[in-house]
């Protein structure tokens, strides 16, 4: 584990991170969003790596990362009038976008897809890292399959000790959540996976904007093919209670109490309002303010991660309402939970 404490400063150590993944190496390293595996883009074989270190399934493809719209020249077949406009409005930052793939992109990057998801992520520390590297960087979230996003570098050294090279500590993710993957058909984008730009944002670049109809009905093929699988998941069953602060807190007293007659020990994930009410026997993680959704966002992964560490039987999670970067903290929620929401 390498901190970096200074871009500048700490050039070197992020040069010897470029160098690793020009050889074939895997570094994890920090984004904006949350922290990346990354491994030199342009070679199946690294790529066959990550997959490994994940444990991964193969048929998901992964983002290739770039320091600057220029790079994204040689990777893909065409940009489109909407995916440049998307380019320069939102990278560098938190969108992926989903481009029609060049002969130059290997097959393991694309899990047989003809397309290629590209990001330019803004955090100082990934866009130094890139530039180092000189290559595309192949980059999932550098977490074990199904486990939650890592959002610190003690959160990616727990899943991948051993099995990388390299880890790049640059502090906790500023956003908590993974980037919003969008595809462009003609004027339209559709969004595959909701994330930090939502779609009310994309509407002031787009004049059409309209959700995978996977992540609206829960049915059918999600385009994105990681959007399948049950993510994120701690290891204790989870309820989410969605509604106002005091019929959620009625809700969660009333299944605290058959849970503890059936002698369950509860944990409960909730808001800086209801955290009084928790009893004090019950472990708790307090992840912020109800009504501040980049808060919540920035420590779901966190939140969901420290039971595992905390025995408990079940959880019970105070949701939030749909509305901007709701729509992303749910659909994670949401898929933490098996889907198991309570509307109050
Ligand atoms: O914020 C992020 O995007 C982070 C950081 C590290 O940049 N990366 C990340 O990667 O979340 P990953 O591999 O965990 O998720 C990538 C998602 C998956 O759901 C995958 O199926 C989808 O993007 N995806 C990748 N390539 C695709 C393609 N060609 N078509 C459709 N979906 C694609
Ligand atoms: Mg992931």
Redesign the pocket.
Known sequence: MVVIHDVEKDKEKINEAGAIVRSGGLVAFP?E?????GANGLAGDTISAIYKAKG?PSD????L?VPDQKSVQGLVKEISPLAKRLMDTFWPG?L?I?FP?SVLVPDRA??G?E???I?C?SDPIAQAFLKAAGVPVA?????ISGRP?PTTAQAVYHDMKGRISMILDGGHSVIG???T?V?CQGEEVII??P?KITKEILETVASHVSYDTHLITGEGV??????KYRHYAPKAPMTVVVGEAEPVQEKMKTLYGDYKKEGKKVGFLVSRELASAIPSDCPVYVWGNRKEKQELGEHLYQGLLYFDGHTVDVILAEGTTEDGLGKAIMNRLGKAAGHHILYV
């Open positions: 984004t969003t949350v922290y990346g595996l991964r998901n493809p992964v983002i990362h938190p992926t989903i793939r694309t899990g897809l397309t290629v998801a990001r992520p980059a999932p979230s550098a977490n996003s959540l993974e980037s993957v595809e595959l996976r994330g999600p385009k994105a093919p990681g959007m």
